[in-house]
């Protein structure tokens, strides 16, 4: 449920297919830099009521689905 929050999520922000987007897909492949990491951490707070912090090590889809789940 979180992954599929969060590809929706991402495939909104980047305009792509949602269907392109896996858990091993990296922030990089999909054009994410550290400005859109820092507004799309802003959104999933919002839409998952929690505090993400900014600095984890958030290289893949499936680091943030993994961040998001253990603070849920």
Do not use: R
């Not at 792509?16 to 507004?39: K, R, Y």
Request: proline letters at 1%; zero cysteines.
């Amino acid at each position: 449920m979180v992954l599929d929050k969060v590809k929706k999520i991402l495939a909104e922000y980047k305009g792509i297919d949602e269907a392109i987007i896996q858990p091993e897909t990296s922030m990089e492949s999909l054009g994410i830099d550290s400005l859109d990491t820092v507004e799309l951490v802003m959104n999933l707070e919002d839409e998952f009521d929690v505090e993400i912090e900014v600095d984890e090590d958030i290289k893949t889809v499936g680091d943030l689905v993994k961040i998001i789940e253990g603070l849920l």
